[in-house]
Structures are given as C-alpha cells and as structure tokens.
C-alpha cells in the first residue's frame, strides 16, 4: 500500500514577496511583481523587463561571511528552506535526521557566480579565482546547503530539467516519501537568472517579451502575448508522511497524490505539437492520484506568455479533460511573478496547496484580448471562491521536459 504524502510547510522568496505569506496575499489581489530590468544595463537587451526579487536580505538566514561563498541562488533556497520548515513546525534532531531528505533543483545553477569569476579569471588570472567557485556555481549545492543548515540526513537531491525542474522535484521527493525511503523532505525550484548571460541568451533565442511595459509584459494566454517575463526566487515545501505528520499535529494544507513526468522527444526548447508530452504528464498524474478527470477543479498552467507554450497547453488540457476542460478552471500565475525558471514549479506548487486550502482561484492578470484558440476559463476577471477537491500543477520545460503534480484536499 502506497504511503500517503501530505504538505505540512511552506517557504518562498518571489518577486511578489520575501515570505508565502506576501507572495499569497498579492497573488489574490492580482498584483504584478514585473517591473523595469534594474540588475542589468537595461540598454544591453531588447527585454526591458523582469521580476525581480525586491529588498531581500540573505543576512537573516545566514552569516553574512558564510553568505559570501553562495551564489544568489542559494541565499533564496536556504531561506526559502528556513521558511518551510519553521512553518511545519519540524524539529530536525538526531532521532529523525537521517529520515528527512532535501530534494532542491535549480534549471541554471550559479550563472552569476560563473560569470564574475570568469570576468576574473580573464583579468587576473587562475590564482585569483575564488577557491569556493565550483561549489558556489554547480546546482546541487541549495540542496546541499539547505541539508547541511537544517541537518537533514537523509536522501539529498538535485533535479535540473529546466523550467519543469521544481515540480520534477517536488514530484521526485513524493516518491521518495511514497516508497517509504524518508519521512519528511525539504523540496522545492531555485533560481537567480537574472544575469548578463541568461538573459543574453534568453534574448537571442527570442523567449524573452520585448514589451517595455511592466504592467502588461506577462500576459499568458492573451491574443498580444510576445515572450515570458524572466524572474527569480525559491519555492520550498515540507513534505511528510501522513502518519508522521498527524503525530505530530501538524497542521495540513493538502495532500500529493500524483505526479507524471514525460518527455517530448521533439527539440530542444519549442514544445511538442499540441502538447503531447504536457497532456501525457497530466494523465499520469491524474490516474497516479487515483483521480478521474472530473475530479480536478483546477489547474495551475505552465502558462508562460509565450505563443507556442500558452496555445499547446491549452490544447493538452482540452486533450485530457475533454468537456470537462470549460468547467475547470486554469491560471497562470506567471502573469504576475514572471517565469523562475528552476523555482516556478516550486512557487506553483505553493500556490496551488494555498488555493485548494483557502478555496479560492487565483487569477490570470493582463489578459485583455482574448486569443480564439485560448478559450478556456483563466480567471481573469480577479481571484474568486471555489471549492477545490483536486487541482493540478504543470510545469514544462526545454529538452521536452514535462511535469504535473496532483494535489486534493485533505481528508482523514
């Protein structure tokens, strides 16, 4: 008999806040956290743009001495874990330390760390590099931080599958919680992309929105929408075993009952025709939960303002819902945060556990033209109340990556 997995924490740091609780707030009143590209020479790129992460201080969660030797990446996830497991209320001691786990991924990694020390490297030569410049820059090391500050033993994880890296990681440490390896895992998407590079290259490859409004750049599924809005933060979440948490009289948002990963076997950045993949990832999920396709109120939409993504997901979902698909209800709330990268599964996942324990939907913002072959229920005329029993995650990303996390509402 599978083990059943409940969400008993929640961390974030995102363009609409440095803590969920912020985040939340601003995402039901449908508040935008894109504004003007002020960590770069905005000149530089046609994308005039970005949500970036706004008065954080890593100070509050670490040395500022240790700080030094993470990237910015990292600073978000340990917070962001900080957050999560101080919200579960877990205790990490030598009892159960070897069974709680982190599983943290992030799609780029150190970008930042690489660039300054190449820069360095390039005027000053090898010895003036940073002895911490490897472990600064590889991925991994959120999760490998992350465990080594809460003192969590047990299994420890990196997934980078790109934009589908934190749902693919939250989804991994769910089995790994299912099949009875941990009893509890530190899971979530990191990331800290805005840099010269990423978004040189972002730009080159035409994903970004050259719309120098902010209040309209990220627009998902709107007729005008020219290109994803890049962003940067962390989603952690506290995953446990049902049992384990119930003796602990942890509070519960909802329970993960599903997860589906595919992949598209197509090209390396546009998706599959259609959606193939993404609607594959959404059935899986759904039949993995036990679930029917009329089970599901909401989905949580990768919806990233792109033409190709917004239009094939929305034929993936009509694909696995069939009729059902104009009576559940879709958002994306990139519409707001932008698009983290390795971290928009994470804040997502959130997001979702939020709406389905609140009842309530969040919206799409911006969407104002309404493109004839989007034409399901986005939520955009603002949050409104509903019932969620079920509701779904995607996260799709290059390479043909796919991720779904099915999630309901708790019941003992």
Same mark, same amino acid.
């Not at 707030?25 to 956290?33: A, E, H």
């Not at 759904?286 to 993504?309: C, F, Q, R, W």
């Not at 949050?383 to 708790?410: Q, V």
């Given at each position: ?92 001691? @030598?009892? &159960? ?7 943290? +991924?992030? *799609? #780029?990694?150190?970008? /930042?760390?690489? $660039? ?105 599924? @709107?007729? &005008? ?7 940067? +933060?962390? *989603? #952690?979440?506290?995953? /446990?075993?049902? $049992? ?123 969407? /104002? ?44």
């Amino acid at each position: 008999m599978k083990r059943r997995v409940v969400v008993t924490g929640v961390g974030a740091v995102t363009p609409l806040g440095n803590n969920v609780e912020t985040s939340w707030d601003n995402i039901k009143k449908g508040v935008s956290g894109v504004g003007p590209l002020t960590r770069l020479n905005s000149d530089e790129y046609p994308a005039k743009v970005a949500a970036e992460v706004k008065d954080f201080s890593i100070a509050e969660y670490v040395d500022r001495k240790e700080a030094r030797k993470m990237d910015r990446f990292t600073h978000y996830a340990v917070a962001a874990a900080k957050m999560a497991v101080e919200d579960a209320k877990l205790e990490i001691n @030598d009892d &159960n330390a070897n069974r709680v786990g982190v599983w943290i +991924g992030s *799609g #780029i990694g150190g970008m /930042e760390t690489f $660039e300054s020390q190449y820069e360095t490297f390039l005027n000053r030569g090898y010895r003036r590099v940073s002895p911490f410049f490897v472990p600064m820059m590889i991925p991994d090391m959120a999760a490998g931080q992350v465990s080594i500050y809460l003192g969590a033993r047990g299994v420890n994880s990196c997934t980078v599958t790109a934009c589908a890296t934190g749902t693919n990681s939250i989804g991994d440490a769910f089995k790994v919680i299912q099949r009875g390896d941990a009893d509890a895992m530190v899971t979530g998407g990191t990331e800290a992309p805005i840099t010269k590079m990423s978004v040189a290259g972002f730009c080159a490859n035409t994903a970004l929105s050259t719309n120098p409004d902010p209040n309209t750049a990220s627009r998902p599924f @709107d007729a &005008n929408r020219d290109g994803f809005i890049i962003g940067e +933060g962390a *989603g #952690i979440v506290v995953l /446990e075993e049902l $049992e384990h948490a119930l003796a602990r009289g942890a509070n519960i948002y909802a329970e993960v009952v599903g997860y589906g990963s595919t992949g598209d076997a197509y090209h390396i950045t546009a998706p599959a025709p259609g959606g193939e993949g993404g609607a594959r990832a959404m059935k899986i999920a759904v039949e993995d939960g036990g679930l029917k396709p009329e089970d599901i109120d909401y989905i949580n939409a990768h919806g990233t303002s792109t033409p190709y993504n917004d239009k094939y997901e929305t034929m993936a979902i009509k694909e696995v819902f069939g009729d059902h698909a104009y009576d559940l209800a879709v958002s994306s709330t990139k519409s707001m945060t932008g698009h983290l990268l390795g971290a928009a599964g994470g804040i997502e996942a959130i997001f979702t556990v939020l709406a389905i324990k609140e009842s309530i939907l969040p919206p799409t913002i911006n969407l /104002e033209t309404p493109d004839p072959e989007c034409d399901l229920d986005y939520v955009s005329t603002g949050a409104r109340p509903k019932e969620i029993r079920a509701a779904l995650s995607n996260s799709l990303g290059f390479g043909g990556h796919n991720a779904t996390l099915a999630f309901k509402k708790f019941e003992k």
